[in-house]
């Protein structure tokens, strides 16, 4: 099992910056895809920034420039630098983490952090 714990989220005015962690714990292996997903009130969840399983990193259109993704892997810990916030950036983060089974992929969640930006 794999516990993922976010922090950081808050309330910000456009323009500001934010900085979100992903703590993981448990049985995480080093093959994994870590990522940060959001969702806005209304609308489906979407990919922010993940790191892929070939070591890849990929971000969405609307934050690229913006948000910076890192991980401390010692600390198995990701986080997400979040500058130049608009107010449609305002949703639930949540931090994802994905590795292999003997059959299929596992994926887990986080809690979920509210990032607020106000204009």
């Known amino acids: 099992q794999v516990q993922l714990v976010e922090s950081g989220g808050g309330s910000v005015q456009a323009g500001g910056s934010l900085r979100l962690s992903c703590a993981a714990s448990g049985s995480i292996f080093s093959i994994k895809s870590m990522g940060w997903y959001r969702q806005a009130p209304g609308k489906q969840r979407e990919m922010v920034a993940e790191f892929t399983s070939g070591g890849n990193t990929n971000y969405a259109d609307s934050v690229k420039g913006r948000f910076t993704i890192s991980r401390d892997n010692a600390k198995n810990t990701m986080y997400l630098q979040m500058n130049s916030l608009k107010p449609e950036d305002t949703a639930v983060y949540y931090c994802?983490?994905?590795?292999?089974?003997?059959?299929?992929?596992?994926?887990?969640w986080g809690q979920g952090t509210q990032v607020t930006v106000s204009s």
């Open positions: 994802n983490l994905g590795q292999p089974g003997s059959f299929r992929w596992y994926y887990y």
